[in-house]
């Protein structure tokens, strides 16, 4: 093993971008010190589990690096079947999270040693696998203005969102949404095409409220228009998510000494609410950083994308693009009390090993690309 990873140095680190390393590395360490000051108030130490799934995502990134992206799009078929088939375990052997107000999400598998695993979160990596696929294919036999090719992309594009859905992870439902449309986008299919797409998501808004949302998420989009009309149930965490992030100030309160952090006055701030603990611990400037940094890497992820030497490398970089910059957009908005509560946690920052790994998979996938950006030969075959 030793061996291994010294020959996966010499042969692959030293030519892979540095700076998105250094990016990486620095959201990992951000990361580690806002869960470090959350596990002081709980049970749970968040800090530990955060740092082993961090260092078990670099090591997949490693193995993505070694494998060649496009060895893993040559075996789409299998990264499809085993996510599809983890997606299904948990509908029958799965945990279900039950929450308040009626959230009862089936999404995570319990393994041996008490670990939870989300299923989901790797779903997302695989779907960046055979989308990009599925789009470079299209695109290279000049088959991407046919209808019907749009159409089975559609498909596709549903299987993650159906599944997500019935496991009432609709947060995740429309990650792989947004996904979608990054990743098309990127492939060039035409305008037309994503004007019928707005056209039936607005003609299904009342199919949608009728017959597809819960009560708890029909009461969570109409008090997000006014959360201090229902402050001690439904907007109670944003309430109190926006008081801490303001208690913050310019500068915060000091790392390890949020008060409100102590208390654990926001629910699941470890999680979908980790930006309140920056707002108040470290202040505006520490949420500046926080939005730098994931800036950094979305610029970078673009970057590396116009260097890609080919369609399914460009693809895949949009799909993590799409991937980070939904859930930074729709958490911060959460957090903001721009947009309702939906269970996205904030990407990179948010406790989790289940996402911390699995987006480390993800940039071990963009490290790929950038590693095979001036090589237009097709790669060998993996032993």
Request: with cysteine.
């Amino acid at each position: 093993m030793t061996k291994y990873f010294s020959k996966l140095k010499n042969d692959k680190s030293q030519k892979t971008d540095i700076i998105f390393w250094v990016i990486s590395l620095s959201i990992s360490m951000f990361s580690l010190l806002l869960l470090l000051s959350v596990s002081r108030t709980s049970n749970f130490d968040y800090f530990r589990t955060q740092l082993i799934a961090q260092v078990l995502g670099y090591l997949g990134a490693l193995f993505m690096i070694k494998a060649d992206y496009r060895n893993l799009a040559k075996r789409w078929y299998l990264v499809a079947a085993i996510c599809i088939f983890l997606i299904l375990c948990t509908l029958v052997f799965g945990k279900a999270v039950v929450g308040n107000a009626g959230v009862n999400a089936r999404a995570w598998l319990k393994l041996p040693g008490g670990i939870s695993f989300q299923p989901s979160e790797l779903a997302k990596i695989g779907f960046i696998i055979t989308f990009s696929k599925h789009l470079s294919y299209l695109k290279e036999n000049d088959k991407l203005k046919s209808f019907l090719n749009i159409a089975l992309l559609g498909v596709h594009a549903l299987v993650p969102m159906g599944l997500t859905h019935i496991q009432g992870d609709d947060g995740a439902a429309i990650i792989f949404f947004f996904m979608f449309l990054s990743m098309s986008i990127a492939a060039g299919i035409q305008l037309r095409y994503f004007l019928i797409i707005l056209a039936l998501t607005i003609l299904s808004i009342p199919i949608l409220w009728n017959y597809v949302f819960e009560e708890y998420q029909k009461q969570r989009i109409i008090n997000q228009m006014n959360p201090e009309a229902d402050p001690l149930d439904t907007g109670y965490q944003q309430i109190q998510g926006k008081i801490s992030i303001g208690s913050g100030k310019i500068f915060g309160q000091g790392l390890f000494h949020g008060p409100r952090v102590g208390l654990n006055s926001v629910p699941i701030q470890e999680s979908d609410f980790i930006f309140s603990v920056a707002g108040e611990e470290l202040g505006f400037i520490g949420c500046m950083i926080v939005l730098l940094l994931l800036l950094l890497m979305l610029l970078r992820t673009l970057r590396i994308a116009h260097l890609s030497s080919d369609m399914l490398g460009t693809c895949m970089c949009f799909g993590f693009f799409g991937m980070v910059a939904s859930q930074a957009i729709f958490n911060l908005g959460m957090c903001l009390s721009l947009l309702p509560v939906m269970g996205v946690t904030l990407p990179f920052f948010s406790a989790g090993g289940s996402s911390s790994a699995c987006l480390y998979l993800g940039v071990g996938l963009i490290q790929s690309v950038y590693l095979n950006r001036n090589d237009n030969d097709l790669p060998p075959e993996p032993q």
